[in-house]
């Protein structure tokens, strides 16, 4: 069922041009929080096998910054590790939180694009009413996305016990391997949980996407009115311009007519001439 505005009108038109790109003004563009977990959390599962190659070079930084050679200078050296362990929490979050920053934008880019909306950011003394967050968090929606929540949720752990359920017999057997091989399995069954965990979830990021952007074009649907009213606005009102068109026409027929009597004129017999207002040419035909 169409969507009603204010004055009773059903929304039956799909957005247009402009008013797509006065919502983007307004901030309001298509975007889905699911998507944004999903690529947050491939990025962690790549992450995952990457950190190790440069793993052995930051242990062994941090086991110097708790080396003290000098005891003689302690004062010193506290003040100096001190700085090295702000410097290398500040590199090791640079290292992770670079490839998350990209993920992110990469992916508003990917979903509704990237868009910068100074209105958004306008003081709105709606936003610190206790009444309405309490609707926004108690309302329909609210209970909806909780509900939500809570399926996926069941959903993620449900398909995380399944797995494990599978590869059970083979964690059982590892007390009875040896160091080694025991401790490659372990490791193994991680990333294994951890990607059917990450199809899971790009089943889910896609059905909201697709959600989303359902919702977000219906909330931007325009009555048939609202789309007249913009024609008006953007290309002129229609009657004005069939009037226009009208006048056009008239006056290149009648500047038609005129140039085929001008053609005529050195046909005549006679011209008769009033030097203010007109002149009248006559043939005689014998």
Do not use: C
Request: aromatic share 10%; net charge positive.
């Amino acid at each position: 069922m169409a969507e009603e505005s204010q004055d009773g009108q059903e929304k039956t038109e799909d957005p247009s041009q402009r008013k797509l790109e006065k919502s983007a003004e307004d901030g309001k563009v298509l975007s889905s929080k699911e998507m944004f977990v999903f690529t947050t959390m491939f990025a962690a599962f790549v992450l995952m096998f990457v950190t190790p190659m440069f793993a052995q070079t930051a242990l062994s930084y941090w086991s110097r910054l708790f080396h003290f050679n000098r005891p003689d200078d302690l004062m010193t050296m506290m003040f100096e590790r001190f700085a090295d362990l702000i410097w290398a929490v500040v590199i090791t979050s640079l290292v992770v939180g670079i490839p998350m920053m990209v993920i992110v934008i990469a992916t508003q880019a990917a979903v509704g694009g990237l868009n910068f909306a100074p209105k958004a950011m306008n003081f709105k003394g709606n936003r610190l009413s206790p009444i309405e967050g309490f609707k926004r968090m108690f309302g329909s929606k609210g209970l909806m996305e909780l509900v939500k929540s809570l399926l996926k949720v069941i959903l993620l752990f449900g398909i995380a016990a399944a797995v494990i359920y599978v590869r059970l017999p083979g964690v059982l057997q590892l007390p009875s391997r040896d160091l080694v091989t025991a401790t490659v399995a372990s490791l193994l069954n991680f990333p294994v949980v951890l990607g059917a965990l990450l199809v899971i979830l790009a089943i889910i990021a896609a059905i909201d996407y697709f959600w989303q952007r359902h919702v977000h074009i219906q909330s931007l649907r325009m009555t048939k009115q609202e789309v007249k009213d913009e024609y008006k606005q953007t290309e002129g009102s229609p009657e004005v311009k069939a009037k226009i068109r009208r006048m056009q026409m008239e006056t290149a027929a009648n500047a038609g007519r005129q140039q085929a009597a001008l053609d005529d004129v050195p046909n005549a017999t006679a011209v008769i001439t009033n030097p203010t207002h007109f002149a009248v040419a006559l043939k005689y035909e014998v």
